[in-house]
């Protein structure tokens, strides 16, 4: 499965989250369905607001989940089983704090292929230094190319201007990653046309 945009979402408790997936979401290769189940709170809206995506009349882009979570959570067995999940995202989290793999690294298990197809690799913001071969994130994008894992940046911060965006992406583009998690829905035609070169 090839994604170049992958664009992170919360699901509304009110609003149709198909029609919400379909109005905001609709150019991305892919949704990343926040899924953490808190203990203090009632979450089920979100089961029932996924299970509409499923039946849905809209063409919408392909459905990832994230249970936001290292622990047991109810809902993950019941997620890997629905054939219209795409794929699930797993934390890769140690008791070496201090490990890098610790702070940056999201799989993606593909459903389909039964593998994990996509890293997600998290940064708070990029320059022109990291293009060099001593890059931790250089290392990283080629350890999960060398594996046949697309890797996905996925920026912590929140991008200043649309410039910034774009001059941030095409450093990415060079340095190795095949497309971007993103926030803001303003920027999936940006992210397809760049990661598509």
């Known amino acids: 499965m090839k994604i170049r945009s992958l664009i992170r979402v919360r699901l509304t408790r009110f609003f149709p989250s198909d029609r919400y997936i379909k109005n905001r979401c609709s150019g991305a290769d892919g949704v990343l369905i ?43 067995p019941r997620l890997i089983e629905e054939k219209s999940v795409d794929g699930v995202a797993m934390r890769n989290f140690t008791d070496d704090v201090i490990s890098l793999d610790n702070e940056i690294f999201t799989m993606i ?73 993103i926030r803001n829905p303003n920027l999936i035609e940006m992210t397809n046309e760049i990661f598509e070169k």
């Not at 808190?38 to 459905?63: A, C, I, Q, T």
Request: glycine share 2%.
């Open 109 to 181: 298990w593909d459903t389909r292929e039964q593998r994990i197809t996509h890293s997600i690799i998290s940064y708070h913001r990029i320059n022109d230094c990291d293009i060099m071969w001593n890059s931790s994130i250089r290392t990283a994008v080629q350890d999960s190319l060398e594996h046949d894992i697309q890797p996905l940046a996925a920026r912590t911060l929140r991008f200043r201007d649309y410039e910034t965006a774009v001059q941030e992406f095409e450093i990415l583009r060079q340095i190795g990653f095949t497309g971007a998690v």
């Open 34 to 76: 926040d899924f953490e189940k808190k203990e203090d709170k009632v979450d089920d809206y979100k089961l029932s607001s996924f299970h509409r995506l499923k039946n849905s009349k809209f063409s919408l882009p392909k459905l990832l989940v994230d249970p936001v979570t290292t622990n047991s959570n109810q809902w993950i």
